[in-house]
Antibody, heavy 120, light 107 residues
Framework: QLQLQESGPGLVKPSETLSLTCTVS??????????WAWIRQSPGKGLEWIAT???????FYNPSLKSRVIISADTSKNQFFLILTSVTAADTAVYYC????????????WGQGTMVTVSS | DTQMTQSPSTLSASVGDRVTITCRAS??????LAWYQQKPGNAPKLLIY???TLESGVPSRFSGSGFGTEFTLTISNLQPDDVATFYC?????????FGGGTKVEIK
């Protein structure tokens, strides 16, 4: 059974860089047709898609965050990552990693989420 | 970007009621519409994809319909366990976008 687990610092200072890891178990991130994504949810707010990386390595970003975001993967560790630079209080959110089965499918597997607070 | 607008933002209904949530897209999304249920403290759970396909393991009281720009999620026999916030999401084009959510409560 595919499982995703986010990890990262719970607290980040303003202007610093946030780094998150999603560890995948029960499946390989390099086998098609899976697509892997980061999605966040600010406290009391809705859901915002951040970025997606295909099993091929292709990446897609939300234009609202593109200048500050990098999504990448390490197939040897079966992990994928999110880097968000120059964080502000507006980046305080629960960050989820999730999987799509490819074109035509929605996010069918989610991690439990990790809360990140941006504060000095 | 494709804007997704859900209504109502909150609804209160009795156990056994039939409830309907509407999601409107700002452009044609070719049926690439998903519905998620989120309970407090939990990640969203996929209920329906491709507008009307029920995800495996999801109770049959949940159903989805629609095409083009207007979609609905129906809960045919509301249960106490259905108390949650429901989100629609389009995956026709990037950036992927979600509706603002509908909070369902029991009267």
């Amino acid at each position: 059974q595919l499982q995703l687990q986010e990890s990262g610092p719970g607290l980040v200072k303003p202007s610093e860089t946030l780094s998150l890891t999603c560890t995948v178990s029960g499946g390989s991130i390099s086998s098609g047709p899976d697509w892997w994504a980061w999605i966040r949810q600010s406290p009391g707010k809705g859901l915002e898609w951040i970025a997606t990386i295909y099993y091929t390595g292709n990446t897609f970003y939300n234009p609202s965050l593109k200048s500050r975001v990098i999504i990448s993967a390490d197939t040897s560790k079966n992990q994928f990552f999110l880097i968000l630079t120059s964080v502000t209080a507006a980046d305080t959110a629960v960050y989820y990693c999730a999987r799509r089965l490819g074109y035509g499918f929605a996010f069918s597997v989610w991690g439990q989420g990790t809360m990140v607070t941006v504060s000095s | 970007d494709t804007q997704m607008t859900q209504s109502p933002s909150t609804l209160s209904a009795s156990v056994g009621d039939r409830v309907t949530i509407t999601c409107r897209a700002s452009q044609n999304i070719n049926g690439w519409l998903a519905w998620y249920q989120q309970k407090p403290g939990n990640a969203p759970k996929l209920l329906i994809y491709k507008a009307s396909t029920l995800e495996s393991g999801v109770p049959s009281r949940f159903s989805g319909s629609g095409f083009g720009t207007e979609f609905t999620l129906t809960i045919s026999n509301l249960q106490p366990d259905d108390v949650a916030t429901f989100y629609c999401q389009q995956y026709d084009n990037y950036p992927l976008t979600f509706g603002g959510g509908t909070k369902v409560e029991i009267k």
